[in-house]
């Protein structure tokens, strides 16, 4: 079973998210010191996270833009913060689990917003995990990812 919490804390964040559309995928430059990953939504979107420390640093992975869902959204309120990640059994640094596989992505090319998940969340409480990139967690479950990268 995977828990999520937030911890609310002032953050140096190292780095920015990004989006190569040449490969159709989310990185995170510099990449950080991860070693596990908690996939995502449709395609291989994976939040990206220290064993170590449970703290989630990145959102990762392949999500092709042709199938983004156009939509006007409306960014969650958020504060900077940890996000952290509470599995109930020990895992492997390398490997990883699948959350959720049904979720859909939506892009608002207005904002340059992305939501991977539910996009109905602008009254939940959302955390600035790393810099560009939110997330909505409403009783210990992530309802939605949220970023903003660099197109490159």
């Known amino acids: 079973m995977i828990c ?4 609310f804390c002032h953050i140096n964040y190292n780095g920015y998210a990004q989006y190569i ?4 995928s989310f990185f995170y430059d510099p990449w950080n010191d991860v070693d596990f990953s908690i996939i ?9 996270l220290n ?10 992975g392949y999500n092709p833009r042709k199938k983004w869902i156009p939509q006007a959204l409306v960014i969650p309120k958020n504060k900077t913060g940890l996000l952290k990640v509470h599995i109930s059994k020990k895992q492997q640094k390398g490997s990883g ?5 049904d979720w859909k992505t939506f892009y608002d090319e207005k904002s340059g917003w992305i939501c991977i998940g539910n996009p ?28 903003k990268p660099m197109f490159i």
């Open 4 to 7: 999520f919490s937030v911890e």
């Open 21 to 24: 559309i040449e490969e159709n």
């Open 40 to 48: 995502v939504g449709k395609g291989y979107n994976s939040l990206d």
């Open 51 to 60: 064993l170590d420390s449970d703290n989630v640093l990145q959102l990762t």
């Open 97 to 101: 689990l699948q959350y959720v596989d």
């Open 120 to 147: 109905q969340c602008e009254n939940d409480p959302a955390v600035e995990f790393a810099k560009n990139t939110l997330a909505v967690i409403v009783n210990s479950e992530l309802k939605a990812v949220w970023i």
